[in-house]
């Protein structure tokens, strides 16, 4: 049976998790990091099934009694918290916490973005980090590790995931958006971070940017077509770090193409790695004057006349 969750089976984190709920070290508390919102989300759900699932401890079959009460989020011992966590959630979290599971031997708590929590609620977390009772599983998630109290990843064990194949991020977002062909373009650009893709799939200004600073960089052939890009919207002031971004995206994806042979991911046509690579810090340097308020007519044709001076230095 597939679901949104499925596709994460084999996710990095979620194969050592399976280790541990099959027998092999559960711990309390656990802090899972990466920038994918949606895959935290999935891998605790998945963990959850691991540790419920009637066809036994390490197993996931979304098809049992447990798993479809994980699934549904009516399972009483699971429990996935929403937003930001506040000083009066982690009081509600307490306050639960010392009631006994009643649908099986742990009682799960995900608590996604703690590093988006104040340090007062995460603080009030801490105690029941510390001293938490037996059937208790906590499952953190943050993107920026730095903006967790180091007190609260102390009592963690931590994960870290990576990106997901791009097969795999590619089957979740199609499933989501059906028959659009830009999904894979998304994956490619995003390297795998589905919530990256997803934002890019259903922002149409972004869609839009990216076509036109595709074509600019496959079509920019001498100085005499720079003044034909400065002045299009690519380069006004309201979009010119949008634009920039997207260069940036672009190229990489590109150089990673070129790396891995991956012709897919190739949207900067005949060009070396090595011209690409310093493409890269010339974007970084107009992102810098972008943010001065350097006139953008200006960064946009001093960032074209460089690439063009590169490519030409490399030929
Ligand atoms: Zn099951």
Redesign the pocket.
């Known amino acids: 049976m597939d679901n949104e969750h499925s596709a994460f089976l084999n996710a990095y984190t979620v194969k050592s998790l399976r280790a541990q709920a099959a027998g092999n070290g559960l711990k309390n508390s656990y802090l899972l990091i990466t920038p994918d919102a949606s895959a935290a989300k999935s891998i605790f759900m998945l963990f959850a ?1 691991m540790l ?4 036994g401890a390490g ?10 009460k994980i699934l549904s989020g009516n399972h009483a011992d699971t429990r996935v918290c929403g937003g930001k966590l506040s000083v009066a959630d982690v009081g509600g979290i307490i306050d639960d916490l010392y009631i006994k599971p009643l649908d099986g031997d742990y009682k799960m708590y995900y608590i996604p973005g703690i590093d988006g929590a104040l340090a007062p609620a995460q603080n009030k977390l801490l105690k029941s980090l510390e001293e938490p009772p037996d059937y208790a599983i906590f499952f953190l998630s943050a993107a920026n590790e730095d903006a967790v109290l180091k007190t609260v990843a102390s009592r963690c064990e931590k994960h870290y995931e990576p990106s997901f194949e791009h097969q795999s991020a590619r089957a979740i977002l199609e499933a989501e958006f059906q028959d659009d062909d830009f999904v894979a373009n998304a994956v490619l650009c995003a390297d795998g971070f589905i919530d990256n893709a997803r934002s890019m799939i259903t922002d149409a200004e972004f869609r839009r940017l990216f076509f036109e600073c595709a074509d600019m960089m496959n079509n920019l052939k001498n100085s005499g077509g720079v003044v034909g890009y400065i002045f299009k919207p690519l380069f006004e002031k309201e979009r010119i770090k949008t634009t920039l971004n997207i260069l940036e995206t672009i190229i990489s994806a590109t150089v990673r193409g070129i790396e891995t042979r991956d012709d897919g991911l190739i949207f900067v046509r005949d060009t070396p790695a090595g011209v690409l690579n310093k493409y890269i810090f010339l974007i970084v340097a107009a992102r810098k004057q972008a943010a001065y308020n350097v006139n953008p007519a200006a960064i946009a044709e001093n960032l074209l006349m460089n690439m063009l001076e590169v490519r030409y230095l490399c030929r």
Request: charged share 35%.
């Open positions: 099934m419920h699932c009637k066809r197993n996931v079959c979304f098809e049992c009694a447990e798993c479809k």
